[in-house]
């Protein structure tokens, strides 16, 4: 087994077209099928629920994350890293962009004393003022964990390009001790240097001003979903646009979400070649197992990556 190539899960590395992870087709065929003749009254068992996890360590944090950041300005490609909930680092041909960063226990402190603590059961990957050389961050919608006031003001304080959701300004103003530079709603049309913003419909219960995002940058371009639910249409909106990755939520009704099954196949129907979760593992309250999301991926054929906390995914079409 140990010299398996294929016994080690999809994550991290370097990814091309039409990859198809034997180590997720083995995860899902350990999911034992439901016996559509046992009789109704049996009690129906969801494999794919588990217990969070006690603790989630990054993979790569603080100074050695930001040094394999800085380390990839030279390659090409698209790099992107997870930094936990729906934060990704995005970067090409130097220029770095940076996606609802949640760097901080705003959460935590916000909820306090509630019936629902939000207490972070990941690490931090990088401490917010070291990301301060970005060049544009873009937020999804209000919510303290993709409009972060413990996170924004450091972030951009470098003299990032900052976007939020159209209807969001107000929170962004006051979060980030900044205007925004743009708000973008649906079909609306952004540029930022190298950084063109496309905003796609989104649709996050009790949150209006949540949006997803199509950006491109040179012949790369990614699809972030924010916090949204599976609706028709959504697909519709973003296949045109022939993104190379995905992001999508997968933690269901208890993040007001997605769940793994419907984020798998919202990538399979906009034809993306790689989808990437997220928004889960942040809080024990609020998250899901990916597996669900791994099974309905192999399902499909929809390639995949899972990527832990501050590990690199590069996708390079050799420019």
């Known amino acids: ?37 046992v009789a109704a009254a049996t009690p129906r068992v969801d494999h794919f629920e588990e217990e969070p996890p006690e603790w989630v360590e990054p993979l790569v944090s603080g100074d050695d994350l930001i040094a394999d950041i800085q380390a990839s300005k030279d390659d090409t490609g698209l790099h992107i890293w997870w930094l936990g909930q729906s934060g990704f680092v995005v970067q090409r041909e130097g220029k770095t962009l940076l996606l ?6 705003a959460m935590t402190t916000e909820h306090e004393g509630s019936d629902t603590p939000y207490e972070r059961i990941s690490g931090l990957a990088v401490a917010p003022e070291q990301l ?13 964990d993709h409009l972060d006031p413990g996170t924004l003001p450091h972030v951009l304080s470098g003299g990032a390009a900052f976007v939020c959701a159209a209807g969001s300004e107000e929170a962004a103003t006051t979060r980030a001790g ?82 793994g099954a419907d984020a798998a196949r919202v990538a399979y129907e906009i034809a993306v070649p790689i989808a990437i979760p997220c928004h889960y593992e942040m809080f024990r309250c609020e998250t899901s197992s990916p597996s669900r999301f791994v099974a309905e991926c192999v399902r499909l054929g929809q390639e995949y990556r899972l990527p832990r906390i501050g590990e690199r995914v590069t996708i390079d079409y050799g420019f």
Request: glycine share 10%; charged share 20%; net charge negative.
């Open 178 to 259: 900044r205007k925004p530079d743009a708000a973008i709603g649906i079909d609306d049309d952004e540029s930022f240097g190298d950084f063109q913003i496309f905003g796609v419909p989104a649709y996050h219960e009790g949150v209006p001003d949540a949006m997803g995002y199509v950006i491109r940058n040179g012949f790369y371009s990614m699809y972030h979903a924010g916090d949204t639910r599976r609706v028709q249409g959504m697909a519709e909106a973003v296949q045109p646009h022939a993104v190379d990755v995905a992001f999508v939520p997968v933690s269901g009704a208890s993040g007001g979400t997605m769940d």
């Open 1 to 37: 087994m140990a010299d398996d190539p294929d016994a080690t899960p999809s994550s991290g590395g370097t990814t091309r077209r039409d990859l198809l992870s034997a180590w997720g087709r083995r995860a899902a065929e350990q999911v034992p099928v439901p016996d559509v003749l």
């Open 132 to 144: 301060s050389f970005v060049d544009l961050v873009v937020t999804s919608h209000s919510h303290l």
């Open 100 to 105: 609802d960063p949640y760097l901080s226990d």
